[in-house]
Nanobody, 115 residues
Framework: QVQLVESGGGLVQPGGSLRLSCAAS????????MAWYRQAPGKERDLVAT???????YYADAMKGRFTISRDNAKNTVYLQMNSLQPEEPAVYYC?????????WGQGTQVTVSS
């Protein structure tokens, strides 16, 4: 069983940056393909980025060049560095495996972009 706990969200001005963290329990973390998702109010949860066990990454088109996903297998943690955040990007950000499993959804971390 894996438990995922997201942190690092907060209020940031347009154009600002945040770094999210996702701490995973369980020894199988390093064997999992991990991902970040986000859900804006009234919208479906969308894929933001993925990272394989070996560190290969994928980004949704809107995030390319601005977001960076990374992982530290020794710390059982996956990160999301978000730069140049836009006013239309406030959302709750979640981590999960990819494809996602229902039982792994956590509380997420809220990101608010406002001046």
């Amino acid at each position: 069983q894996v438990q995922l706990v997201e942190s690092g969200g907060g209020l940031v001005q347009p154009g600002g940056s945040l770094r999210l963290s996702c701490a995973a329990s369980g020894s199988i973390f390093k064997s999992l393909r991990m991902a970040w998702y986000r859900q804006a109010p009234g919208k479906e949860r969308d894929l933001v980025a993925t990272i394989t066990q070996g560190g290969s990454t994928y980004y949704a088109d809107a995030m390319k060049g601005r977001f960076t996903i990374s992982r530290d297998n020794a710390k059982n943690t996956v990160y999301l560095q978000m730069n140049s955040l836009q006013p239309e990007e406030p959302a709750v950000y979640y981590c999960n495996v990819h494809p996602p499993l229902e039982r792994y959804w956590g509380q997420g971390t809220q990101v608010t972009v406002s001046s």
